[in-house]
Nanobody, 121 residues
Framework: QVQLVESGGGLVQTGDSLRLSCAASGRTFSSYTMGWFRQAPGKEREFVARISRSGSSTYYADSVKGRFTISRDNANNTMYLQMSSLKHEDTAVYYC??????????????WGQGTQVTVSS
C-alpha cells in the first residue's frame, strides 16, 4: 500500500504559478504510476496529468498542456505538479493518485486527501 499527502495549494492570481507536491509513504514508490486529478465545485473529477514509474513518460489533459508540468523524484518519494499561467478555471481541489498498473487508470487505487487551488481573476 501507499499513502499520499498533497501540499502546496493556495490562493493565487490569474497568470501566477504554483507547485503542488505529493509525498508518498513506503519504500516502493517507484513501482507506482502516478498522476494528478482535480475537481471543481459542482463538476466531476477530471484527469490532469500522469507520469510513468520511471518518470520518462508523461501525459496531459488538453486543458493544461503547455502550462502544467508533472515530475517525480523517486529517491525522495515525491511527485510534483508545476502549474504556470494559471487561469480562473484551474480553480479546484487537486488530488494526487497512484496505481500499480502500467498506465494510470481513470480510477486509480490510491488517493491523497486533496489540496485546494484557487485562482482569482
Amino acid at each position: 500500500q501507499v499513502q499520499l499527502v498533497e501540499s502546496g495549494g493556495g490562493l493565487v492570481q490569474t497568470g501566477d504559478s504554483l507547485r503542488l507536491s505529493c509525498a508518498a509513504s513506503g519504500r516502493t514508490f517507484s513501482s507506482y504510476t502516478m498522476g494528478w486529478f482535480r475537481q471543481a465545485p459542482g463538476k466531476e473529477r477530471e484527469f490532469v496529468a500522469r507520469i510513468s514509474r520511471s518518470g520518462s513518460s508523461t501525459y496531459y489533459a488538453d486543458s493544461v498542456k503547455g502550462r502544467f508540468t508533472i515530475s517525480r523524484d523517486n529517491a525522495n518519494n515525491t511527485m510534483y505538479l508545476q502549474m504556470s499561467s494559471l487561469k480562473h478555471e484551474d480553480t479546484a481541489v487537486y488530488y494526487c493518485a497512484a496505481d500499480q498498473r502500467i498506465v494510470l487508470p481513470e480510477s486509480p487505487g490510491y488517493w491523497g486527501q486533496g489540496t485546494q487551488v484557487t485562482v482569482s481573476s
